[in-house]
Each structure stands twice: as C-alpha cells, then as structure tokens.
C-alpha cells in the first residue's frame, strides 16, 4: 500500500488503542497465538481454509452484498472452525458440497472488539472439508465503500470498491483473516447489467450483458489482497500483459500518464526474476479511494490524484508493481513484520524509478522520502509508543494499522540500502533474487528473514552488519547510507533566500551580463516540494501572494504539490487559496493528504471552525479509512 501518514495515525490510534483494552481483557480466556500475532481469532494453526469461492450479489440499492463464502478447507479431524467476522449479519452455516449441504451449528462469541470484530465458531465433524457460511453485509462494513454517482467521473453511474488491509477483509466475507493465511480463491457475482466488475483475479476485459461474472485467482494470496471493485469501467491495452480499467472519461488520460508500465515491467522482472501473476492491470478508482494505490494481486488500485498530466507521480506506480514480489509472493507473516512488505517494496520501487528516470531523479525521490521519515522519527520517539521506531513492532492489542508508518517504509528501504553501500549492488540483487525466489507463495517473519540474511549474505561473504541495531532499536542508525542532491539543497537555499525577503525570480545571466525571468518549468516535481517544505511556517500574506503570482501553486494541479502549498497557506492563513483547498477536500479522499490538512486546519484559530464545518460537509465523499482517521484528529 502506498501511503499512510503516520504521525496522525500515531496520534489517533492511542485513544483507540485505550478504549479497546476493556474488551481485549475480556477476550483473553480466547486469547492464543493467532489472536496476538496475527489480529485474529481463528484458529488455523488447527483448521484452515485452503479455497475460498464467494457467490454474491452486489445490491448498490441497498448497498449490500448478500450470498455466500464456501470455504474448502484443510481439517486434520478437529470440530470447530473460527472465522473472523466483524458487522457481518450471518444467515446461516452449512456443511457439505453444494449439492448436499447440512445446516450446522454456529456460534458468535465474546463482545465486538472495535478493532478485531468477533469469533465466529462454526461446528464441524473431524471429517468435514466444506464449511458455506450465508451471509450479507451491513452498513458499517468499513472495508466497503458504496459511492452514489455523483462522485465519480461519470457522474451518471455509481461505483463500490472493497479495501482489505490491514484486517478489514472480514468486515466483508466471513473469513480466517491472517496475512499468514495463504488460499486461492474463486467467484461468481451478480452486479446490475450497465456495471462491470472486477477482481484481483482474472478479469473480463468487456461488460456482460446479464451483469454475471466469474473470477479465478489460482495462486495462494494472504486474505488482505481480496479485492472487489464495481462501476462503469472499461479497458485500455497498453502492452500483451498490462493494461488500466476505469471510467471511460478517464481512459485517455490514463493511458497517457501511465504509458512507462510495460518498461516497469520490463525493469522488475530484469533486477528480481520473472512476474509471477501473469497479468498486470491498473484500476483507477474514484477520488475517494484512501489510498496512492493498493497492490491487489493481477489488479493495482490506483488513485485518480495519480493523475498528473506529466507522469511527474507515477512512482506510486512502481511501487505497487514492486508488491508483486514483495508483500504479495512473499509476505509479512504477521503486521509486526509490515516491514518486510514495504521497506523492501519501497527498495525495490526506487530501482525501478532509476531504470525509468536516471539515478540523479530516483535519489530526488529517496531523499523526499527520507526528509518525512526524519521528522516522523522526531514524533514517534517523543509519543507514548516510542517503540514504534523499530523495524520489528509489537501490535498486540493495538490496531495494526499503527505499524503503517514512515518506520516500515522507509526505515525499511534505507537499512536495504544501506546493507547494498556495503555488499555491493551485485551480491545485494543476487540475494533479493534469490529471497524471492525461496519464499515465493509464503508468509516470512523477521526472523526468518534475518537467518536468510545471515546464511545467504552475511556470512556467506563475511560481511559484518548491525541489523540488530536496525530492527530492534528506535532510531536511524548511524551508519545509514545518505544521499546527497545539489539539486535539493539549491531549492532549500532558494527557500531561505525568499523567506529573508530576496527577490529570487530574477536570474543573473553571466555571459550575457543582464536578468532572465525564472520559469516553474526549470525544476522537477520533487524539487518544487522541497522548496515549499523549506519555506517558514509564518510568511506574510504579502511574501504567499509574490509566491503565487510568480509560480501559480494555488492553482497547480499537482496533487502532492497543493498538498504542501495548502498545509503553508493554513499555517500563514493564506486565505485566497482556501477556495482552491476546500474544492480539494471535497473531492479528493486520500488520508495521506486530507488527514493531515484538516488535522493543521483544526490545529490554528483562524481555521479550527473551517476544519470541522468542511468535514461534516464532505464525510459522505470519504472511505470510511479516511473519515474514522480524521473524526479522531477533529475529537468529534
Ligand atoms: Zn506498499
């Protein structure tokens, strides 16, 4: 997944994390290995599901999803199975084949934990291999996002997107929902016939007259990465195994932006080994989608802001492409190891970036990544959980969505990096290769990791390396690899001279001994953002209005470019760009850029009202990801 802020994701979950002790002690004669580790109370140490095929349809009248999930499973002879399930309304339990199905006994216990859900306990006989749970969805299916078509592109036909992780995939199937749980799983949906759906499966590439669809997906995947999206979409070709499904007013655009996919492709399978899923599409959701983009297997959830006009984002891209090795063939065992999926998926990401756009621009790119993760350092070492600054966290107890920080991603990355400086990038690719290659189709722990490393790298060439100091310890060890960019430090110097009054939009021409006006064009995305990051949190109205007249940022339609002007414009009450950020915040869902703006907005006077009055207005326009986030943040 790319991107979740973490520092107010730090802040808000503390308050749930206390609320949340009460039941967990309750819950705690229930309490087993797979309960702490994995955020779940199933049992599949003991029974597990090995196939799961989901008969549903998806009624956006009543924004529902209704039928049933037939779980083929591996029983050795016990008598129970668990499920997690949570603001499900189960209908009934059968065992048996379709053709022969028996009503059994099912139990929902212990009190609703506001972040697990419940237990399912279904009654099985030491030979029962098919457990079919009825079953249908309610409104607080938080994974479930029913969007009335006044918000998509089309505005004439509505839309329904499911977002799985971390453990939201049983607020929608009733399932054994551990990113430890490897099934395949199969489908057969009933969506209204103007629709088409889709699934990180196979998928049609056209719309089916009766509104019927079936969808394989063969190979065994972690529940999280179950994925549903319905809407008016249609596709677009860009090489024999890529292509994007979205609305058809967004195709064109699309297939311009997203243009490089074949050579990052290309760049993937040559660095780590051949792509293991066969196909690879894009589906581009509605503004509302919380996420940059979320890395369903055979199909990539990408968000609309993506949609730059001059591929300046697509890096968000690669990132999700990377996922097809890391996180998805081989994944976190548990969300304390949520690092072993990104840290090497953001490594991986920046080396396809610097097979599309060069070293110098790959580095820009780390180095932004790198500034964030500095400063959520800062905060996580002064909050109440200090230890999240460790690669290896301890969730228990707590939502682990509170691992998705800048630590799992991009602490991850540099220690990777890091451990290249000192190997060398050929045994360092050798080894990546090779790791997922073993693992391939597992779940790994940091321990597991850490013995592959030391056999296949480590001690193998005799290298020595702190990874101890990295993975247990708070801070950013000092023998992490920096990066250095003129290119940045020129934009933080141009940043300083204009806050202390300069006039740096004139350009002395040497050779020609006279002034040049200065162009927007002349520096990259990532340069820009740097500039605006290192400007003063207090520049006079006056010194904002300058910048806006000389580079138009208000009006730039760069979404991680407005993000940062707007978070200035709140903080110097810039209020001739608050038209521009209010059209933002009603459109654009992603938590990565809303959270933090009305989180600043409510943090000053002169915006507190604003940051709550725009919210109530918005909320309906928002996945619930974003909005329970940004309720916490405005203490409504
Ligand atoms: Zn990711």
Redesign the pocket.
């Known amino acids: 997944?790319?991107r979740v802020i973490g520092y107010y994701m730090l802040l808000l979950v503390l308050s749930a994390a206390c609320s949340q002790t009460e039941v967990n002690q309750k819950n705690e004669k229930e309490t087993n290995v797979s309960l702490i580790q994995n955020h779940s109370f199933s049992n599949i140490d003991e029974v597990h599901t090995t196939h799961l095929h989901l008969d549903l349809n998806v009624d956006f009248q009543n924004k529902r999803l209704k039928g049933v999930a037939r779980h083929h499973l591996n029983n050795p002879g016990f008598q129970e199975v668990k499920f997690d399930i949570k603001s499900l309304k189960i209908n009934k339990v059968t065992l048996g084949t379709e053709t022969k199905e028996s009503i059994t006994n099912h139990e929902i216990k212990g009190e609703i934990d506001p972040i697990l859900g419940q237990a399912l306990h279904v009654k099985i006989e030491p030979d029962t291999k098919y457990v079919n749970i009825y079953y249908e969805t309610t409104e607080d299916s938080d994974a479930l996002d029913w969007l009335d078509s006044s918000l998509t592109s089309s505005k004439n036909k509505p839309f329904l997107y499911t977002q799985g992780q971390a453990i939201l995939t049983r607020t929608w199937i009733p399932i054994q929902d551990a990113p430890s749980n490897r099934i395949t799983y199969s489908a057969d949906l009933t969506v209204p016939n103007d629709l088409m759906a889709v699934m990180s499966a196979t998928n049609p590439q056209n719309k089916n007259k009766q509104g019927k669809y079936h969808f394989e997906m063969q190979q065994p995947i972690p529940c999280y990465l179950i994925a549903l999206a319905v809407g008016d979409l249609v596709y677009g070709k860009l090489s024999e195994n890529t292509g994007v499904y979205c609305e058809p007013e967004l195709l064109a655009s699309s297939m311009y932006e997203f243009v490089d996919l074949p050579d990052m492709m290309n760049a993937a399978e040559k660095l780590y080994g051949r792509y293991a899923w066969e196909q690879y599409d894009l589906l581009i959701l509605p503004y509302s989608f919380p996420f940059g983009g979320m890395?369903n297997p055979r199909l990539t959830f990408a968000n609309p802001t993506l949609l730059a006009g001059d591929r300046s984002l697509v890096s968000v891209i690669a990132?999700e492409l990377a996922?097809s090795w890391s996180?998805n063939l081989v994944t976190n065992k548990t969300w304390n190891d949520f690092w072993l999926?990104?840290g090497f998926?953001v490594y991986f990401e920046n080396r396809i970036m610097e097979e599309i756009i060069g070293k110098k621009g790959a580095d820009n790119l780390a180095l932004v990544e790198f500034f964030e993760l500095e400063e959520e350092m800062e905060r996580i070492a002064s909050s109440t959980h200090p230890e999240d600054g460790h690669l290896f966290l301890d969730l228990n107890k707590r939502n682990p969505d509170d691992g998705m920080t800048d630590v799992a991603y991009v602490k991850g990355a540099f220690f990777l990096k890091t451990i290249e400086s000192v190997v060398g990038r050929g045994k360092m690719d050798n080894f990546l290769e090779d790791y997922f290659n073993h693992f391939k189709f597992t779940s790994v722990s940091t321990e597991d990791f850490i013995r592959y490393l030391n056999k296949e790298l480590l001690e193998k060439y005799n290298f020595s390396f702190n990874y101890d100091e990295w993975i247990y310890g708070k801070g950013i060890p000092e023998n992490c690899l920096r990066i250095k960019s003129n290119s940045f430090q020129h934009m933080e110097e141009m940043a300083y001279r204009f806050a202390k009054g300069e006039n740096i939009f004139l350009i002395h021409n040497e050779s020609k001994n006279k002034e040049k006006a200065f162009k927007r064009t002349q520096y990259s995305v990532q340069e820009w953002l740097t500039f605006i990051r290192n400007l003063p949190e207090d520049l006079t109205f006056a010194q904002m209005a300058l910048l806006d007249d000389e580079l138009s940022f208000t009006t730039w339609t760069n979404a991680e470019i407005q993000f940062e002007w707007f978070l200035k414009a709140i903080s110097t009450n810039y209020e001739t760009a608050y038209p521009a950020l209010k059209s933002f915040l009603e459109k654009v869902g992603r938590r990565k850029f809303i959270l933090p703006l009305y989180a600043k907005m409510y943090k000053y006077d002169h915006s507190k009202k604003n940051a709550v009055d725009w919210f109530l207005l918005f909320k309906s326009n928002y996945h619930a990801v974003s909005s329970n986030s940004i309720e916490q943040a405005l203490e409504l």
């Open positions: 997944m790319k890395e990132h996922h996180g999926n990104e998926t």
